[in-house]
């Protein structure tokens, strides 16, 4: 199945909103200073459209149920556009489902490589993405590292990693397409 200049044009254009949805639902989580100048900007391009909604969305602890929604929203109208608005309604809602899982496990994916090569050029430390990155992608590579240690100079654990993201991902999102295709 190829892509088509309609599902590419509609996918860019869905990128934008959901890269500042995943920030706004990350950066609480990994307590990301707000005095950031990224950290910031995502918070006063998102305020108006969240305050309203926050209102009747309670937060559970750093986690953000108003992001999720609208990350989960987002990515069901991206859904809804790429097919046209074929099938019903559940059927929109479990491919957006399986869009933002898709978008954000691909965002730790980029989190992790962008990890291993922060450990290798050392960029400046304390920016809003080193700080993001560095609180997303470790987690994941400790635990890996507890059980393939650095081989010498050589580290496999940013590379198993990858390779287990990205076979959830293949495995959750083709999961969740196929049932939205059946719905």
């Given at each position: 199945?190829?892509?088509?200049?309609?599902?590419?044009?509609?996918?860019?254009?869905?990128?934008?909103?959901?890269?500042?949805?995943?920030?706004r639902l990350a950066?609480?989580?990994?307590r990301a200073p707000f005095s950031d100048p990224v950290v910031g900007w995502v918070y006063g391009v998102t305020n108006p459209v969240f305050r309203p909604i926050e209102r009747f969305v309670p937060r559970y602890r750093n986690l953000s149920l108003t992001a999720v929604l609208l990350f989960w929203l987002t990515a069901t109208l991206e859904y809804m556009l790429l097919f046209w608005f074929t099938g019903s309604p559940l059927a929109w809602m479990v491919g957006g489902l399986a869009g933002a899982l898709g978008f954000a496990i691909g965002a730790m994916i980029v989190c992790v490589v962008l990890s291993a090569l922060f450990s290798l050029f050392q960029p400046r430390a304390g920016t809003s993405i080193v700080y993001l990155v560095e609180r997303l992608a470790q987690p994941m590579l400790r635990a890996v590292r507890?059980?393939?240690?650095?081989?010498?100079?050589?580290?496999?654990?940013?590379?198993?990693?990858?390779?287990?993201?990205?076979?959830?991902?293949?495995?959750?999102?083709?999961?969740?397409?196929?049932?939205?295709?059946?719905v």
């Open positions: 199945m190829g892509m088509t200049i309609y599902q590419l044009i509609i996918g860019f254009l869905f990128w934008i909103p959901l890269t500042i949805l995943f920030l950066l609480p989580l990994v507890r059980f393939v240690p650095p081989i010498g100079p050589i580290d496999l654990s940013p590379a198993i990693v990858v390779l287990g993201l990205l076979i959830v991902r293949l495995l959750l999102t083709g999961l969740l397409y196929d049932l939205a295709s059946r």
